[in-house]
């Protein structure tokens, strides 16, 4: 089956670091995303993970463990801006490339 | 690079009308084209998959005669909702992919029937 759970919501402090937790259960995983989303926009592209371990892109960072499932995107010195909605989706091939994305979470910076 | 446009961006329109919505990939040529659905505060809905010159695959409750999905080139994809409903108000957004590479989504379309 294909399943991917993730907080509903989540709330950090401006300038202070969170982690958004991403646990899947895809047949044929190939690869982990993560996207941001404005309200009322379309996602954009933050992260791919094959790979396990932490690729590191500026402020956002996200890891990946295939033998557990299980995946994490870490935002450190966080902004105003980053009060987004962060939706982690596994790739899958199973008779084509699909991705198949998780709920969102939904994260509240606040000053 | 990897920009995909939507057109139009607004679509309000009476129940019954069909409503075509462009999904265009302006900097690559995108082997597969995807059409989601997403109303508020939930994840994105896979509709259908797209492939170039072929036949969409839609996903298991979607209806295929209702939403119309044309792959004419390597640069566009159209989806056609027929016979519009209330119920069918929604954000619709497309995204295009190289394969096993991340999708690039377009900015959406928000749907309003009345």
């Known amino acids: 089956g294909q399943n991917i759970d993730q907080p509903t919501e989540m709330t950090a402090t401006e300038g202070a670091i969170v982690q958004i937790n991403c646990t899947y259960q895809t047949s044929g995983f190939n690869g982990l995303f993560w996207y941001q989303q404005h309200a009322g926009e379309a996602p954009t592209f933050l992260s791919y993970?094959?790979?396990?371990g932490l690729e590191e892109k500026g402020r956002f960072s996200s890891f990946l463990s295939r033998s557990k499932g299980y995946s994490y995107l870490l935002l450190k010195e966080l902004q105003m801006k980053d009060s987004a909605s962060y939706l982690c989706?596994?790739?899958?091939?199973?008779?084509?490339?699909?991705?198949?994305f998780g709920a969102g979470t939904r994260l509240f910076v606040k000053a | 690079g990897a920009v995909v446009s939507q057109h139009p961006s607004w679509v309000i329109c009476k129940s019954g009308t069909s409503v075509k919505i462009e999904c265009r990939s302006l900097?690559?040529?995108?082997?597969?084209m995807f059409w989601y659905r997403q109303f508020p505060k939930q994840s994105l809905m896979l509709m259908a998959t797209s492939n170039e010159g072929s036949k969409a695959t839609y996903e298991q409750g979607v209806e295929k005669d209702k939403f119309l999905i044309n792959h004419a080139s390597l640069t566009l994809s159209t989806l056609t909702v027929t016979s519009a409903h209330p119920e069918d108000s929604s954000f619709y957004i497309c995204?295009?992919?190289?394969?096993?590479?991340?999708?690039?989504f377009g900015p959406g379309t928000r749907l309003l029937v009345l």
């Open positions: 900097d690559f040529q995108a082997t597969t």
């Open positions: 993970n094959v790979l396990d």
């Open positions: 989706a596994a790739s899958s091939n199973t008779g084509g490339f699909k991705t198949i």
């Open positions: 995204s295009a992919s190289l394969g096993a590479e991340a999708q690039y």
